[in-house]
């Protein structure tokens, strides 16, 4: 059974970092592309950043670029994605999820995206 599980949330002061995890199980992540998209409260979710099966390809929303960094360790069937200099905008449930990187079409687009974990909450906040 395919599963995604997200860790790491938490509260964060602005300018603070935190790192989130996703954690596959159940089909190996090495053949999927792995993306991290976020929801805030009354808005529609928006793709944050998308990592190829080698980890060599990344793509960032221009509201993170320069501040998260996306990264993969297939060994661990782990997914990463480093937030530093966080600003209050950027709080929302984190949510990540696998797609077949065949399928074409916009890398942050959510409807790629078939299978997905239970999110974790980012709160940035002083």
């Known amino acids: 059974q395919l599963q995604l599980v997200e860790s790491g949330g938490g509260l964060v002061q602005p300018g603070g970092s935190l790192r989130l995890s996703c954690a596959a199980s159940?089909?190996?992540?090495?053949?999927?592309?792995i993306g991290w998209f976020r929801q805030a409260p009354g808005k529609e979710r928006e793709g944050v950043s998308r990592?190829?099966?080698?980890?060599?390809?990344?793509y960032y929303a221009d509201s993170v670029k320069g501040r998260f960094t996306i990264s993969r360790d297939n060994a661990k069937n782990t997914v990463y994605l480093q937030m530093n200099s966080q600003k209050p905008e950027d709080t929302a449930v984190y949510y990540c999820?696998?797609?077949?990187?065949?399928?074409?079409?916009?890398?942050?687009?959510?409807?790629?995206?078939?299978?997905w974990g239970q999110g974790t909450q980012v709160a940035v906040s002083s």
């Open positions: 999820a696998t797609g077949n990187p065949a399928v074409p079409g916009d890398p942050l687009n959510s409807r790629l995206y078939p299978y």
């Open positions: 990592i190829s099966i080698s980890g060599g390809r990344t």
């Open positions: 159940g089909f190996t992540p090495s053949y999927y592309v």
